[in-house]
């Protein structure tokens, strides 16, 4: 009976123990993430199935505190939509430069670059930072032709002197007539989006 009892102890010891060990996986896609991330790349996805085969055209707006937004796009792409468009940035080797993609299906897609302004420690102004992040819009309003849909802001950090530091906080979505309350703050961004023609 003693001998019976110490095995079973044993076997409970021995699968708890089992139990509790760490084992490797093999890493999926979405365990990349993080990484691309951090290295400067993000994507945003968005279904357009309802309006395949509609002709649409690239629009790239910029915002500076104090003055008129303007379009920066350079010239806009004309395409047909298909099932989902996605807008995306990749890492520059250039601090002052930001690259962007839209891509409509594999063989069309447009490219280009923003141009950055620094950010800077009104104390120490010989410091400067270059400084981005993206938010994408709120896709709640109707779609109309001829009409700008703004689906990805891709703004600059502030200097807040409450905390003594750079931040880019707040709204996780934006709302579509630039109303949220991160927008306040943000002294340098863009808009990327489409017109249906």
Same mark, same amino acid.
């Given at each position: 009976?003693?001998?019976?009892?110490?095995?079973?102890?044993?076997a409970?010891?021995?699968?708890?123990?089992?139990?509790?060990?760490?084992? /490797?996986n093999?890493? =999926?896609? @979405?365990?990349? $993430?993080?990484?691309?991330?951090?290295?400067g #790349?993000?994507?945003?996805s968005? *279904?357009?199935?309802?309006?395949?085969?509609?002709?649409?055209q690239?629009?790239?707006?910029?915002?500076?505190?104090?003055?008129?937004?303007?379009? /920066?796009?350079g010239? =806009?792409? @004309?395409?047909? $939509?298909?099932?989902?468009?996605?807008?995306? #940035?990749?890492?520059?080797?250039? *601090?002052?430069?930001?690259?962007?993609?839209?891509?409509?299906?594999?063989?069309?897609?447009?490219?280009?670059?923003?141009?950055?302004?620094?950010?800077?420690?009104?104390?120490?102004?010989?410091?400067?930072?270059?400084m981005?992040?993206?938010?994408? #819009?709120?896709?709640?309003?109707?779609?109309?032709?001829?009409?700008?849909?703004?689906?990805?802001?891709?703004?600059?950090?502030?200097?807040d002197?409450?905390?003594?530091?750079?931040?880019?906080?707040?709204?996780?979505?934006?709302?579509?007539?630039?109303?949220?309350?991160?927008?306040?703050?943000?002294?340098?961004?863009?808009?990327?989006?489409?017109?249906?023609?």
């Amino acid at each position: 009976m003693k001998q019976t009892l110490i095995t079973i102890l044993l076997a409970l010891i021995t699968l708890t123990a089992h139990a509790q060990r760490i084992k /490797v996986n093999e890493p =999926s896609i @979405s365990d990349y $993430l993080p990484l691309l991330e951090a290295q400067g #790349f993000k994507a945003y996805s968005f *279904d357009t199935k309802k309006l395949k085969g509609a002709t649409a055209q690239t629009v790239v707006m910029e915002y500076v505190k104090g003055q008129e937004p303007r379009e /920066v796009s350079g010239f =806009s792409m @004309s395409v047909d $939509l298909d099932e989902k468009v996605v807008i995306g #940035f990749v890492p520059s080797d250039n *601090d002052s430069l930001a690259r962007y993609v839209f891509k409509f299906r594999e063989d069309r897609s447009f490219s280009s670059r923003l141009y950055l302004r620094p950010i800077c420690d009104p104390q120490h102004p010989e410091e400067k930072w270059y400084m981005y992040n993206s938010r994408p #819009f709120e896709l709640t309003a109707p779609i109309e032709k001829g009409k700008f849909i703004p689906l990805v802001l891709y703004g600059s950090y502030w200097f807040d002197s409450d905390c003594n530091a750079c931040r880019f906080c707040g709204d996780n979505f934006i709302k579509p007539d630039l109303t949220s309350d991160i927008v306040k703050y943000i002294p340098h961004f863009f808009v990327l989006g489409i017109k249906i023609l």
